[in-house]
């Protein structure tokens, strides 16, 4: 007997990697990949969609989600806002013998780490540290201090790449995204 393919996938990595890069060229590409849509308590920025992107919720609504049991793992990240997996839709897309994939914080990979040990674990890495920081900098999105948070969040990220059961360089986005895919077992776009 083998066991099912169908697997979760969880994508994790150090701040201003560009997971969220990622993530997009995924969307684009590879719609037909299932990407878990997280829970957070951050506002939207400017072009991110209401249930595509994330689920913009209220404190309370995440108070009640956390207390329901509905989260297959949070964290607060970056000090700041909650961010969480909603169990259900992961659950379900594993049950249907389907691949998933979560691209989380550290600390919720951890979370599931202890409660989906089965699960592959990848590292979104950076070509080298001084790569990460211009990229934190440029980024330009948060000011001085949120963008300080950040450094010290990601020098601690870095260190846990051996916690990892395979490790991508963002190098390229769209090499890294294919890499990604390959290790989720699907079929890589040839263009
Ligand atoms: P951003 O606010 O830039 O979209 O995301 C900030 C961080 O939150 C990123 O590192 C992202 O991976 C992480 N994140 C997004 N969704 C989740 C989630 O559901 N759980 C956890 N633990 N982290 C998340």
Redesign the pocket.
């Known amino acids: 007997m083998t066991t099912p393919r169908a697997r979760l996938t969880v994508l ?1 990595g150090p ?1 201003a990697v560009g ?2 890069t990622v993530s997009a060229d995924l969307r684009a590409r590879y719609p037909q990949v299932w990407l878990s849509v ?3 308590t ?1 506002p939207p920025r400017p072009g991110e969609v209401d249930g595509v992107h994330y689920h913009f919720v209220t404190p309370e609504e995440f108070d009640a989600m956390v207390e329901g049991g509905e989260l297959l ?3 607060v ?2 000090g700041r ?1 909650r ?3 909603p169990r259900r839709p992961v659950e379900e897309r594993l049950a249907a013998g389907e691949p998933a994939l979560l ?3 550290l ?2 990979a951890r979370q599931v780490r202890r409660t989906m040990p089965e699960a592959q674990f990848v590292f979104l890495a950076p070509p080298s540290m001084e790569e990460l920081v211009r990229r934190l900098v440029g980024r330009g999105t948060e000011d001085a201090e949120e963008r300080a948070r950040r450094l010290q969040t990601a020098e601690v990220e870095m260190a846990a790449e051996p916690e990892f059961d395979h490790v991508v360089v963002n190098d390229d986005v769209r090499r890294a995204t294919d890499e990604l895919v390959a290790l989720m077992g699907l079929p890589v776009a040839v263009d």
């Open positions: 994790a701040t997971k969220g997280s829970a957070t951050r793992e949070w964290a990240v970056h806002n961010y969480g997996t691209e989380i914080d600390q919720g």
